[in-house]
């Protein structure tokens, strides 16, 4: 069975950085393409970052520079470092794993950007 734990989640100041980390139990990490997720309230989720399991990650204009996306094959980890976070930023971030056309989803974890 396929389970997803984010962490790392929590309260940051405007132009501060935060660390999230998914760890992922079950046999599909080393071949899924990890995603993150994020979703505020009253808005639809959006894709926020996806590393595939060659290495390859890719980021909406929104956060491009300022989050990184990295995974551990040995420790079945998947990372995401924001930087520079804004208020807007704030939302439920969801850790998504992509294998053979089935999707795994995390619990999530709140990210809340303010002063």
């Known amino acids: 069975q396929v389970q997803l734990a984010e962490s790392g989640g929590g309260l940051v100041q405007p132009g501060g950085s935060l660390r999230l980390s998914c760890a992922v139990s079950?046999?599909?990490?080393?071949?899924?393409?990890m995603n993150w997720y994020r979703q505020a309230p009253g808005k639809e989720r959006e894709l926020v970052a996806t590393?595939?399991?060659?290495?390859?990650?890719n980021y909406p204009d929104s956060v491009k520079g300022r989050f990184t996306i990295s995974r551990d094959n040995a420790k079945n980890t998947v990372s995401l470092q924001m930087n520079s976070l804004k208020p807007e930023d704030t939302a439920v971030y969801y850790c998504?794993?992509?294998?053979?056309?089935?999707?795994?989803w995390g619990q999530g974890t709140q990210v809340t950007v303010s002063s």
């Open positions: 590393i595939t399991f060659g290495g390859s990650t």
């Open positions: 079950g046999s599909i990490f080393s071949t899924a393409t």
């Open positions: 998504n794993a992509l294998r053979l056309g089935y999707r795994y």
